[in-house]
Every structure is written in C-alpha cells, then in structure tokens.
C-alpha cells in the first residue's frame, strides 16, 4: 500500500477559482455544430433546430463560456455568411477542415443557442484571411446598439438587443504554419494590438485574448509570447495557451504525468507575461486562457490522412476520439494543474464539447451520450468552484521515460464557494497499488465527509458508448472521515472527489 499525505489550512488560501476554468469550445469542424448542437428534424430537437439532448448534458456540465466559432474554422470564415435569410446563406468551401460549410448556422444562431444553453459565447475574429476592419464589423454587429450599418443589419435580422459578448479572442494559433494566414511573431504582434486597440474603442467593456502559442513544443514559444506580448500590452486582457496531449507510444505511466509538461507550460507563460508587464512597465497581470485543452490522439493521424482526399462533405465525422478511462484520469489531473495554477489562469475550454475531441457523443438521428472525460470535467465543475487551499503534500514517487521522477499523488483542495464544503480532487496514478491518503484539514475543525466519489475502471482502455456507460463514478461506501483528520484509499488508477463538511 502506497501512503502519502495531505495537509492544508482554513486560513491557507491560494486563489479564487475563475468559474471560467470550466469553459468549452463549439468549432464549425466535422459534426461539432451539424448533427451535434443542431439538427432540425431530430426528435430531440427545438422548434430552432437545437438538441435538448445535447443541451441537457451541457447543462449538467455547468459550462459558463463556449468559444466559438473556431478554432482553424474562424481564420477563413466570413462571418456575414451566416446571417440573415437562410435561403440566401452560401455553401462555401472551409479550407481549414477541407469540408463544405452550408452557412444554416451561423452567429445568430450561435448566439441564442448558448442563450438556451445557459452559457456565454467567447468570439474569436478572423486575423488569418481578414483583419482590423472585419473584427470591428463583427463587434459591432454583436455589441453595439446604434443606428450603424453592421447594427442595423443585426436588427433587419430579427435581434433587436445586442448580444452583448464580452470575450473576443484575436484570431487563432496564428503561430501555426498550418493556420490558414499564418504570421510571424511580429506580424501577429503588430494586427493583434492594432485590431485590439480599436475593437477597444467601439466596446471598451470587452476582454480581449492574444494568441499565445500552440503548445508547448512550438519551435517559436517563448518568443511568441514575448513578441507579442511586449507590443499589445496594453490592449489585451489575455494570453491564450493551447495543449492537448497522447499516448501514441502506449506508455501509460509518462501518459498519466502528461500535466507536470502543462504545469511548466503554464509557469513559462506567466515568466514570458511577467516579463513583458517589466519592460512595458505596466501595473497591470495578464492573464492565461488555456482556451484550447484536451487529450486528442486516437483519431488524429487518420484524420489528417483521410482529409487528404475527402470529397467535399457537409459536416464529416471528424476527431471523433473516443475516449477511455486513462485519458480520463490525464484530464483530470489537467483540471488539477489549471486549479493549481487558478491565480493566472482565468479561463479555460475544453476542446471540444460535442462529438470532436468532446467530452459529449451523439448519433446522427439517435442518442447523446457521456464520454469518460465527461467525469473529471463535471466534479471539477460542480464542486471545484471557490477558493484553492494551499496544500502540503507528500508522496512516494514512480519514475517515467518522459517526465523522470513523478509523484503517484496529484491533488488540490478547494473551499466551496459558500465555505461549507472543503474538497479534494486527488488522482492516484500507481496502476496496480491503492493508496493511503492521510488527511489533516488543519483549522476546519470538525469535518466529516459528505461523499467519496470514484470514477476507474481495471481495463485502462475501457470505453463508454452509446449502449453502454462502463467508465462511471461510484459513491464509495467503504470511505468514511470525521474529526478533520483521517485516511482515505485512493484505489489505483482512480480520479477521486472527496467531498468533506466544513463547519
Ligand atoms: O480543436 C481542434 C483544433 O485544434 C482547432 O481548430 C485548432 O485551433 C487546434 O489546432
């Protein structure tokens, strides 16, 4: 039996967990927004052709933003193609998913669809195929109420209101070569800040995210951020970072420590940030918008291949990853890492939420189901709202080929937003021994526990479909806790929520 120990402190508070830690992402890319989202004539479907389904499991998930509408998707879009009478919408060819693009929905769409939803949209504007004046007609057909042309054209389309979107994100991953207008550093950097600037000026109540780099490994990064982020400054809010991670070479132990990579991604970012706040002598933080995470290898090279040749198709199944119950326990150590890391970053989406790399599947004409990754997220989501607790933590460590020495523990304790609840997310990443979790939750005093909830299954590569969940939590039964000091098992290979009464 492994044994490691946890100790943290009423008054040993970190940072405040931006709800938008649980934001996700909708990209026009294979049957993300057709046959995901929207699907007239579904039986699930809304009198405006969204699945009630899809929005059920959405709701459940709690998701606060979405991003939207891409993504490679958005650096070739013209959005005006989406609006107004459908009859008259173009098909058009997307070069960024080789696929056709019918334009049936489209912003207007996207818009009162995550009003249905329950959440709020985060708009990224087109800096590949199109620039400053675009993004600033976009603005002002979401945001603006006067009597201008793109506002007007917003109103002749039947939405009087504005919609009011408060995040835009500038562009996306313009730091890929694969990225349709793809730029150099200092190109980036110069339309980033021009585009942001005035955007600024016709809304000045908006948050704005610079593209960060693509991952980790992207030959440009740290200079990316330092580039870009030394000259826009002033205008952004943000810096985006994306990162998805594999096991292409079946090695589980490196796979499960794929978030010690993310973690010095992230404290990369804040150095390269922190030092672009130095040089511009500015007063103000940048924040990180981890606005593109997940785990994305099973599909991913057949993919790449079959669009090669793939005739042009509306809405092909695309990064359709079916997820097991080891790349559950990978995001959730990744929802750790970003809660460790709550004082910069401030948002982040999981890429995506429906049917590519999504943590929701459905069937064209059939059913919605939950992915093993649906887990992680929806604990996180429901009760890693609050304040994250500092921790002292000790653990007996394994060494992988990746990542060298690695803890078998990774965890992190929040106190819930009312204060009444102190709970542990702890993941146990040994593959064949339980662990014994001594806590001690120092001032809470009396604590007992409200709920040991346990998501594993002993075949790593279990699945769930749409016939059958067999990667769920249980409530464990066997756990038990009281006096704010005791011991917990973590059984292997598990993602565990440990729910405890604070007063
Ligand atoms: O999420 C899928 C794709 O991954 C996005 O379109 C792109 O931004 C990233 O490379």
């Given at each position: 039996?492994?044994?490691?120990?946890?100790?943290?402190?009423?008054?040993?508070?970190?940072?405040?967990?931006?709800n938008r830690l649980y934001s996700s992402f909708i990209e026009h890319l294979g049957r993300a927004v057709y046959s995901g989202i929207y699907e007239p004539g579904h039986p699930e479907a809304d009198e405006n052709g969204f699945r009630r389904d899809v929005i059920d499991l959405i709701r459940e998930l709690k998701v606060p933003v979405v991003r939207y509408p891409g993504g490679?998707?958005?650096?070739?879009?013209?959005?005006?193609?989406g609006?107004?009478?459908?009859?008259?919408?173009?098909?058009?060819?997307?070069?960024?998913?080789?696929?056709?693009?019918?334009?049936a929905f489209g912003l207007d769409e996207a818009a009162l669809w995550a009003k249905t939803a329950g959440t709020d949209l985060m708009m990224a504007?087109?800096?590949?195929?199109?620039?400053?004046?675009?993004?600033?007609?976009?603005?002002?057909?979401c945001?603006?109420?006067?009597?201008?042309?793109?506002?007007?054209?917003?109103?002749?389309?039947?939405h009087?209101d504005p919609y009011g979107i408060k995040l835009?994100c500038?562009?996306?991953?313009?730091?890929?070569?694969?990225?349709?207008?793809?730029?150099?550093?200092?190109?980036?950097?110069?339309?980033?800040?021009?585009?942001?600037?005035?955007?600024?000026?016709?809304?000045?109540?908006?948050?704005?995210?610079?593209?960060?780099?693509?991952?980790?490994?992207?030959?440009?990064?740290?200079?990316?951020?330092?580039?870009?982020?030394?000259?826009?400054?002033?205008?952004?809010?943000?810096?985006?970072?994306?990162?998805?991670?594999?096991?292409?070479?079946?090695?589980?132990?490196?796979?499960?420590?794929?978030?010690?990579?993310?973690?010095?991604?992230?404290?990369?970012?804040?150095?390269?940030?922190?030092?672009?706040?130095?040089?511009?002598?500015?007063?103000?933080?940048?924040?990180?918008?981890?606005d593109e995470?997940n785990?994305?290898?099973?599909?991913?090279?057949?993919?790449?291949?079959?669009?090669?040749?793939?005739?042009?198709?509306?809405a092909?199944?695309?990064?359709?990853?079916?997820?097991?119950?080891?790349?559950?326990?990978?995001?959730?150590?990744?929802?750790?890492?970003?809660?460790?890391?709550?004082?910069?970053?401030?948002i982040a989406c999981m890429a995506q939420l429906v049917n590519v790399i999504a943590p929701i599947m459905t069937r064209r004409?059939?059913g919605a189901w939950r992915q093993?990754i649906f887990?992680?997220f929806l604990?996180s989501s429901l009760?890693?709202r609050?304040?994250?607790?500092?921790?002292?933590?000790?653990?007996?460590?394994?060494?992988?080929?990746?990542?060298?020495?690695?803890?078998?523990?990774?965890?992190?304790?929040?106190?819930?937003?009312?204060?009444?609840?102190?709970?542990?997310?702890?993941?146990?990443?040994?593959?064949?021994?339980?662990?014994?979790?001594?806590?001690?939750?120092?001032?809470?005093?009396?604590?007992?526990?409200?709920?040991?909830?346990?998501?594993?299954?002993?075949?790593?590569?279990?699945?769930?479909?749409?016939?059958?969940?067999?990667?769920?939590?249980?409530?464990?039964?066997?756990?038990?806790?009281?006096?704010?000091?005791?011991?917990?098992?973590?059984?292997?290979?598990?993602?565990?929520?440990?729910?405890?009464?604070?007063?």
């Amino acid at each position: 039996m492994l044994k490691a120990r946890l100790v943290t402190d009423k008054d040993m508070r970190k940072a405040a967990v931006d709800n938008r830690l649980y934001s996700s992402f909708i990209e026009h890319l294979g049957r993300a927004v057709y046959s995901g989202i929207y699907e007239p004539g579904h039986p699930e479907a809304d009198e405006n052709g969204f699945r009630r389904d899809v929005i059920d499991l959405i709701r459940e998930l709690k998701v606060p933003v979405v991003r939207y509408p891409g993504g490679n998707f958005v650096s070739c879009y013209r959005w005006e193609d989406g609006v107004g009478p459908r009859e008259r919408r173009p098909m058009r060819l997307d070069a960024a998913w080789r696929t056709l693009e019918s334009n049936a929905f489209g912003l207007d769409e996207a818009a009162l669809w995550a009003k249905t939803a329950g959440t709020d949209l985060m708009m990224a504007v087109n800096l590949g195929t199109r620039g400053l004046q675009d993004a600033v007609n976009l603005l002002e057909y979401c945001n603006i109420d006067a009597p201008s042309k793109y506002a007007a054209m917003r109103k002749e389309n039947g939405h009087s209101d504005p919609y009011g979107i408060k995040l835009w994100c500038l562009g996306n991953e313009m730091d890929g070569t694969w990225q349709t207008g793809h730029k150099t550093p200092q190109e980036y950097a110069r339309i980033a800040a021009e585009t942001g600037r005035a955007m600024k000026r016709i809304d000045p109540s908006i948050e704005l995210v610079a593209c960060g780099s693509s991952g980790s490994s992207m030959r440009t990064f740290p200079e990316w951020e330092r580039i870009v982020l030394t000259e826009a400054y002033d205008t952004v809010d943000y810096i985006s970072m994306h990162q998805y991670y594999d096991n292409y070479d079946g090695d589980t132990s490196s796979f499960l420590a794929s978030n010690v990579d993310l973690d010095r991604f992230i404290r990369s970012v804040i150095t390269a940030a922190d030092y672009a706040k130095a040089v511009t002598r500015s007063s103000k933080t940048i924040g990180i918008s981890l606005d593109e995470w997940n785990v994305w290898y099973h599909v991913r090279r057949e993919d790449e291949k079959a669009m090669e040749d793939m005739p042009w198709t509306e809405a092909p199944p695309l990064c359709e990853e079916i997820y097991n119950t080891e790349d559950a326990l990978v995001v959730g150590c990744m929802l750790i890492t970003m809660l460790r890391h709550a004082e910069r970053v401030r948002i982040a989406c999981m890429a995506q939420l429906v049917n590519v790399i999504a943590p929701i599947m459905t069937r064209r004409g059939g059913g919605a189901w939950r992915q093993t990754i649906f887990y992680p997220f929806l604990h996180s989501s429901l009760y890693g709202r609050g304040t994250v607790l500092e921790e002292a933590v000790s653990s007996p460590l394994y060494s992988c080929s990746k990542y060298g020495d690695v803890p078998y523990l990774e965890s992190v304790a929040i106190l819930s937003e009312d204060e009444e609840e102190v709970t542990i997310f702890a993941v146990n990443r040994s593959l064949d021994e339980d662990m014994e979790l001594s806590v001690d939750l120092r001032g809470f005093g009396d604590c007992s526990l409200i709920e040991h909830i346990e998501l594993r299954n002993d075949d790593l590569k279990a699945i769930n479909t749409e016939e059958k969940e067999n990667v769920r939590p249980i409530v464990r039964t066997d756990s038990s806790f009281t006096g704010g000091r005791g011991t917990i098992v973590l059984h292997p290979a598990s993602w565990n929520t440990i729910r405890m009464k604070a007063r």
